[in-house]
């Protein structure tokens, strides 16, 4: 008879998640998740195959708990740059609240550590980075023209990844907003330029 476990599957995958995001994939070791789970190795091969699977759900769950929360800002009816500033203090608030130096972007992180060699993370980096590309160029002002939203999207992801990589090695919630406010303020420029 399989012995019971010890906790729910959600409450795994949410341990996981947080043990993935701080430590990355490689760092994190079997007994690591066994801690951060209360759950046993055994429960865990038995609902997610191993460390690797474990890890590629995660995904969903970062997606659902924390990347919803962070584009909301960017999802309202000509949310513009009010919107984009929205979108950054959100993430700075959850660093801040998290404690900085904090665990940045589990997606972020997974760019430099496991997407490089690893398709299938790979693919779920790029439809995030792909998700938030569309959300900035939504939030951007629909007069101007396709190409120049395309390539201020993709620079807002592009910047937004390295604000969240450098929220890993400062314990100051200032200096993001600073980064941040720059970051806002060449996207004005870039929109009054265009125009």
């Not at 609902?47 to 960017?74: H, I, M, S």
């Not at 998290?98 to 430099?112: D, E, F, Q, Y």
Request: some cysteine; glycine content about 8%; aromatic content about 6%.
């Amino acid at each position: 008879m399989p012995r019971p476990r010890t906790s729910p599957k959600d409450e795994v995958l949410r341990g996981a998640m947080h043990a993935f995001w701080q430590n990355g994939f490689e760092a994190t070791s079997m007994a690591d998740l066994v801690a951060a789970t209360g759950s046993t190795r055994q429960s865990i091969y038995g609902d997610f195959g191993n460390k690797d699977g474990l890890y590629r759900a995660c995904f969903a769950l970062y997606r659902e708990e924390v990347v919803q929360t962070a584009v909301a800002p960017l999802t309202h009816e000509d949310a513009g740059l009010d919107g984009i500033a929205g979108y950054f203090e959100t993430q700075i608030a959850r660093a801040e609240a998290i404690g900085l130096p904090g665990p940045g972007c589990l997606v972020g992180n997974a760019m430099t550590e496991t997407a490089p060699c690893d398709k299938d993370i790979n693919a779920l980096v790029c439809q995030h980075n792909d998700l938030l590309a569309q959300c900035f160029a939504e939030a951007l002002p629909k007069r101007l023209p396709p190409a120049k939203r395309e390539e201020l999207s993709q620079f807002l992801v592009v910047a937004a990844q390295g604000l969240w990589a450098i929220s890993r090695v400062t314990s100051c919630a200032d200096t993001l907003r600073a980064r941040a406010k720059t970051i806002l303020q060449m996207i004005r420029l870039e929109i009054d330029n265009a125009e």
